[in-house]
T-cell receptor, first 112, second 115 residues
Framework: KNQVEQSPQSLIILEGKNCTLQ??????????LRWYKQDTGRGPVSLTI?????NTKSNGRYTATLDADTKQSSLHITASQLSDSASYIC???????????FGTGTRLTVIP | GAVVSQHPSRVICKSGTSVKIECRSL??????MFWYRQFPKKSLMLMAT?????????EQGVEKDKFLINHASLTLSTLTVTSAHPEDSSFYIC???????????FGPGTRLTVT
């Protein structure tokens, strides 16, 4: 069964601290993995997208890693800011844009 | 990057009425559009997939007669919630993908509240 699981479900950190969010998947055949940031009441915004051959990809303070062998990905956020408070969703694709499997998301709250 | 808009951003309607939500791809031709709904603190759930000029394909458990989807052009898809009930209150998000694109681009969402 194709599934995407994320942990933790929620996380509270102090402003300026780093954090790492986890994503495990059983989706097959794997095409690519994306991390999205979703602010409350807004649509998801793409942070990174990685294919099978990519191990790491950065976008500013966001760094995603992918281990296709263990089917795990992580999203590391450095020097967190209050504006990082959002839900972070891991999405795995099975071939093209039409077949996406969504994780349940990690709700990150950054406090001053 | 590709931009997808939705209108309205939020709508309140009375039970039994119908409401239409528009999804537009602003700077690319969307051969495929997707409609999702999202309940509080839950992830997105795919409702249906529509290809321009074709009937939409609905996910299991989604009533096609209740959620009418039209994708008449390469830049516009509409979702009409017919005879809305309070349990239809949710956050509806569309996304779009162009020919040869391997990524869906999401709209900002529409908050529907049925009273």
């Amino acid at each position: 069964k194709n599934q995407v699981e994320q942990s933790p479900q929620s996380l509270i950190i102090l402003e300026g601290k780093n954090c790492t969010l986890q994503c495990n998947y059983t989706v097959s055949p794997f095409s690519n993995l994306r991390w999205y940031k979703q602010d409350t009441g807004r649509g998801p915004v793409s942070l990174t997208i990685m294919t099978f051959s990519e191990n790491t990809k950065s976008n500013g303070r966001y760094t995603a890693t992918l281990d296709a062998d263990t089917k795990q990905s992580s999203l590391h956020i450095t020097a967190s800011q209050l504006s990082d408070s959002a839900s972070y969703i891991c999405v795995v694709s099975v071939g093209g844009a039409n077949n996406l499997f969504f994780g349940t998301g990690t709700r990150l709250t950054v406090i001053p | 990057g590709a931009v997808v808009s939705q209108h309205p951003s939020r709508v309140i309607c009375k039970s039994g009425t119908s409401v239409k939500i528009e999804c537009r791809s602003l700077d690319f031709q969307a051969t495929t559009m997707f409609w999702y709904r999202q309940f509080p603190k839950k992830s997105l759930m795919l409702m249906a997939t529509s290809n321009e000029g074709s009937k939409a394909t609905y996910e299991q458990g989604v009533e096609k007669d209740k959620f009418l989807i039209n994708h008449a052009s390469l830049t516009l898809s509409t979702l009409t919630v017919t005879s809305a009930h309070p349990e239809d209150s949710s956050f509806y998000i569309c996304s779009a993908a162009g020919l040869g694109h391997y990524e869906q681009y999401f709209g900002p969402g529409t908050r529907l509240t049925v009273t």
